[in-house]
Protein backbone atom coordinates (compact mmCIF):
# COMPACT_ATOMS: atom_id res chain seq x y z
CA UNK A 1 0.00 0.00 0.00
CA UNK A 2 0.98 3.42 -0.28
CA UNK A 3 2.76 4.60 3.31
CA UNK A 4 4.97 7.34 4.48
CA UNK A 5 7.76 5.90 7.07
CA UNK A 6 10.87 6.89 8.71
CA UNK A 7 13.65 4.47 8.67
CA UNK A 8 14.66 5.35 12.05
CA UNK A 9 12.94 5.53 15.47
CA UNK A 10 15.27 6.72 17.10
CA UNK A 11 18.21 9.43 16.91
CA UNK A 12 20.92 10.48 19.45
CA UNK A 13 23.52 13.52 18.50
CA UNK A 14 25.88 14.87 20.35
CA UNK A 15 24.57 19.11 21.33
CA UNK A 16 26.87 20.83 18.22
CA UNK A 17 27.05 18.20 15.30
CA UNK A 18 24.49 17.75 12.21
CA UNK A 19 21.60 15.41 12.63
CA UNK A 20 20.22 13.70 9.33
CA UNK A 21 16.60 12.18 9.96
CA UNK A 22 15.66 10.09 7.19
CA UNK A 23 12.35 9.27 5.71
CA UNK A 24 10.71 7.21 2.78
CA UNK A 25 7.17 7.78 0.48
CA UNK A 26 6.17 5.24 -1.79
CA UNK A 27 3.82 7.55 -3.50
CA UNK A 28 5.49 8.46 -6.75
CA UNK A 29 2.69 11.16 -7.80
CA UNK A 30 3.24 12.92 -4.47
CA UNK A 31 4.43 16.47 -5.14
CA UNK A 32 4.55 18.16 -1.53
CA UNK A 33 6.45 16.93 1.63
CA UNK A 34 6.53 18.72 4.72
CA UNK A 35 8.62 18.16 7.68
CA UNK A 36 7.09 18.85 11.28
CA UNK A 37 8.33 18.82 15.05
CA UNK A 38 6.53 17.72 17.98
CA UNK A 39 7.74 18.52 21.55
CA UNK A 40 6.39 16.71 24.30
CA UNK A 41 2.51 17.73 25.24
CA UNK A 42 2.30 19.73 22.20
CA UNK A 43 1.10 19.65 18.75
CA UNK A 44 3.38 18.92 15.34
CA UNK A 45 4.99 22.41 14.33
CA UNK A 46 5.45 23.33 10.55
CA UNK A 47 9.33 23.00 9.75
CA UNK A 48 10.11 23.39 5.80
CA UNK A 49 8.15 22.05 3.15
CA UNK A 50 9.37 21.10 -0.08
CA UNK A 51 7.46 20.39 -3.46
CA UNK A 52 8.38 17.64 -6.07
CA UNK A 53 9.90 19.82 -8.80
CA UNK A 54 12.57 20.72 -6.16
CA UNK A 55 15.45 18.33 -4.80
CA UNK A 56 16.91 20.86 -2.04
CA UNK A 57 15.62 23.70 0.13
CA UNK A 58 16.86 25.50 2.90
CA UNK A 59 15.68 27.15 5.97
CA UNK A 60 17.46 28.53 9.05
CA UNK A 61 19.83 25.93 10.42
CA UNK A 62 17.71 23.12 8.46
CA UNK A 63 17.66 21.83 4.88
CA UNK A 64 15.50 18.89 3.24
CA UNK A 65 16.46 17.06 0.57
CA UNK A 66 13.95 15.31 -1.75
CA UNK A 67 15.14 12.42 -4.08
CA UNK A 68 12.53 11.14 -6.53
CA UNK A 69 14.63 8.54 -7.84
CA UNK A 70 13.89 6.70 -4.64
CA UNK A 71 11.38 7.94 -3.43
CA UNK A 72 13.48 9.06 -0.29
CA UNK A 73 13.60 12.72 1.84
CA UNK A 74 15.48 13.69 4.67
CA UNK A 75 16.00 16.54 7.17
CA UNK A 76 19.39 17.87 8.24
CA UNK A 77 19.35 20.04 11.18
CA UNK A 78 22.90 22.00 11.29
CA UNK A 79 24.47 22.70 14.65
CA UNK A 80 22.36 20.47 16.80
CA UNK A 81 20.76 22.14 19.98
CA UNK A 82 19.09 21.03 22.91
CA UNK A 83 16.05 22.58 21.62
CA UNK A 84 15.90 20.30 18.80
CA UNK A 85 15.28 17.68 20.91
CA UNK A 86 11.70 16.33 19.71
CA UNK A 87 10.09 13.99 17.66
CA UNK A 88 10.22 14.68 14.05
CA UNK A 89 7.47 13.32 11.05
CA UNK A 90 7.27 13.80 7.81
CA UNK A 91 4.06 14.32 5.80
CA UNK A 92 2.82 13.88 2.30
CA UNK A 93 0.51 16.28 1.30
CA UNK A 94 -1.47 14.58 -1.30
CA UNK A 95 -3.62 15.68 -3.88
CA UNK A 96 -7.13 13.83 -3.24
CA UNK A 97 -9.39 15.37 -5.98
CA UNK A 98 -11.85 17.99 -6.32
CA UNK A 99 -9.47 20.48 -5.06
CA UNK A 100 -8.47 18.40 -1.78
CA UNK A 101 -5.43 18.26 0.42
CA UNK A 102 -4.79 15.06 2.42
CA UNK A 103 -1.98 15.35 4.85
CA UNK A 104 -0.46 11.73 5.61
CA UNK A 105 2.01 11.47 8.39
CA UNK A 106 4.67 9.41 8.78
CA UNK A 107 5.47 7.58 12.32
CA UNK A 108 8.10 9.79 13.57
CA UNK A 109 11.68 10.19 14.67
CA UNK A 110 12.56 10.74 18.29
CA UNK A 111 15.75 13.03 18.30
CA UNK A 112 17.44 13.23 21.61
CA UNK A 113 20.10 16.00 21.76
CA UNK A 114 23.24 14.66 24.25
CA UNK A 115 24.63 18.20 26.08
CA UNK B 1 -1.72 36.47 17.25
CA UNK B 2 -3.44 33.43 19.41
CA UNK B 3 -2.92 29.90 18.18
CA UNK B 4 -5.30 26.96 17.47
CA UNK B 5 -6.90 26.38 21.38
CA UNK B 6 -7.94 22.98 22.00
CA UNK B 7 -9.75 22.11 25.92
CA UNK B 8 -9.52 20.10 27.73
CA UNK B 9 -6.18 19.38 27.64
CA UNK B 10 -6.64 16.24 29.06
CA UNK B 11 -10.16 13.84 29.93
CA UNK B 12 -9.81 10.83 31.58
CA UNK B 13 -13.06 8.57 31.39
CA UNK B 14 -15.08 5.29 32.27
CA UNK B 15 -15.55 3.12 28.77
CA UNK B 16 -19.11 3.62 27.82
CA UNK B 17 -19.14 7.25 28.97
CA UNK B 18 -19.71 10.31 26.19
CA UNK B 19 -16.76 12.55 25.74
CA UNK B 20 -16.88 16.16 23.91
CA UNK B 21 -13.59 18.24 22.58
CA UNK B 22 -13.70 21.66 21.84
CA UNK B 23 -11.45 23.45 19.65
CA UNK B 24 -11.23 27.10 18.10
CA UNK B 25 -8.94 27.80 15.13
CA UNK B 26 -6.88 30.97 14.11
CA UNK B 27 -9.13 33.42 13.60
CA UNK B 28 -9.69 33.76 9.76
CA UNK B 29 -8.80 29.90 8.71
CA UNK B 30 -11.74 28.82 7.36
CA UNK B 31 -9.95 24.78 6.87
CA UNK B 32 -10.49 22.84 10.16
CA UNK B 33 -8.63 19.39 11.20
CA UNK B 34 -9.49 17.09 13.40
CA UNK B 35 -6.73 14.19 13.87
CA UNK B 36 -5.68 11.14 16.24
CA UNK B 37 -2.51 10.37 17.30
CA UNK B 38 -1.57 7.47 18.97
CA UNK B 39 1.20 7.49 20.95
CA UNK B 40 4.29 7.02 19.03
CA UNK B 41 2.75 7.49 15.90
CA UNK B 42 1.71 10.19 13.33
CA UNK B 43 -1.73 12.07 13.35
CA UNK B 44 -4.20 10.66 11.37
CA UNK B 45 -6.97 12.71 9.88
CA UNK B 46 -10.71 12.47 11.30
CA UNK B 47 -12.12 14.64 9.55
CA UNK B 48 -11.87 18.05 7.40
CA UNK B 49 -14.08 21.34 7.42
CA UNK B 50 -14.15 23.72 4.77
CA UNK B 51 -15.81 26.37 7.26
CA UNK B 52 -19.20 24.74 8.33
CA UNK B 53 -19.33 21.73 5.71
CA UNK B 54 -17.48 18.83 6.54
CA UNK B 55 -15.55 17.91 3.15
CA UNK B 56 -13.93 14.69 4.15
CA UNK B 57 -15.30 12.52 7.25
CA UNK B 58 -13.83 9.34 5.47
CA UNK B 59 -11.79 8.28 8.13
CA UNK B 60 -14.26 9.17 11.29
CA UNK B 61 -15.91 6.23 13.03
CA UNK B 62 -19.73 7.33 12.74
CA UNK B 63 -21.40 4.41 14.67
CA UNK B 64 -19.66 6.32 17.62
CA UNK B 65 -18.13 9.86 16.50
CA UNK B 66 -19.46 13.46 15.43
CA UNK B 67 -18.29 16.19 15.01
CA UNK B 68 -19.87 19.42 14.18
CA UNK B 69 -18.72 23.13 13.40
CA UNK B 70 -22.06 25.34 13.41
CA UNK B 71 -20.98 28.51 12.43
CA UNK B 72 -17.79 28.00 10.59
CA UNK B 73 -15.34 28.63 13.40
CA UNK B 74 -15.05 26.70 16.58
CA UNK B 75 -15.73 22.84 16.44
CA UNK B 76 -16.33 20.13 18.79
CA UNK B 77 -15.55 16.59 18.52
CA UNK B 78 -18.13 14.00 20.43
CA UNK B 79 -17.42 10.41 21.38
CA UNK B 80 -20.18 8.56 22.31
CA UNK B 81 -19.74 5.65 23.74
CA UNK B 82 -16.10 5.88 24.74
CA UNK B 83 -14.29 2.25 24.22
CA UNK B 84 -10.84 1.73 25.75
CA UNK B 85 -9.38 1.73 21.98
CA UNK B 86 -9.85 5.39 21.93
CA UNK B 87 -6.93 6.67 24.32
CA UNK B 88 -5.25 8.84 22.29
CA UNK B 89 -3.97 12.49 21.78
CA UNK B 90 -7.12 14.19 19.46
CA UNK B 91 -5.32 17.39 17.31
CA UNK B 92 -6.93 19.95 15.99
CA UNK B 93 -5.83 21.96 13.52
CA UNK B 94 -6.68 24.56 10.99
CA UNK B 95 -5.20 26.41 8.03
CA UNK B 96 -5.87 29.16 5.67
CA UNK B 97 -7.02 26.76 2.89
CA UNK B 98 -6.86 23.17 1.71
CA UNK B 99 -4.32 23.82 -0.90
CA UNK B 100 -1.28 23.52 0.19
CA UNK B 101 -1.55 25.42 2.84
CA UNK B 102 0.40 25.39 5.91
CA UNK B 103 -1.62 23.60 8.88
CA UNK B 104 -1.57 24.97 12.35
CA UNK B 105 -1.88 22.48 15.37
CA UNK B 106 -3.44 23.10 18.72
CA UNK B 107 -1.79 21.21 21.72
CA UNK B 108 -4.46 18.32 21.49
CA UNK B 109 -6.55 16.93 24.15
CA UNK B 110 -4.85 13.32 25.49
CA UNK B 111 -7.83 11.21 26.45
CA UNK B 112 -7.61 8.19 28.72
CA UNK B 113 -10.33 5.76 28.88
CA UNK B 114 -10.49 3.23 31.59
Known amino acids: GESVGLHLPTLSVQEGDNSIINCAYSNSASDYFIWYKQESGKGPQFIID?????DKRQGQRVTVLLNKTVKHLSLQIAATQPGDSAVYFC??????????????FGKGTKLSVIP | EAGVVQSPRYKIIEKKQPVAFWCNPI?????LYWYLQNLGQGPELLIR????????DSQLPKDRFSAERLKGVDSTLKIQPAELGDSAVYLCASSLRTFGGEQFFGPGTRLTVL
Open chain 1, 91 to 104: AENRYSGAGSYQLT
Open chain 2, 27 to 31: SGHNT
Open chain 2, 49 to 56: YENEEAVD
Open chain 1, 50 to 54: IRSNM
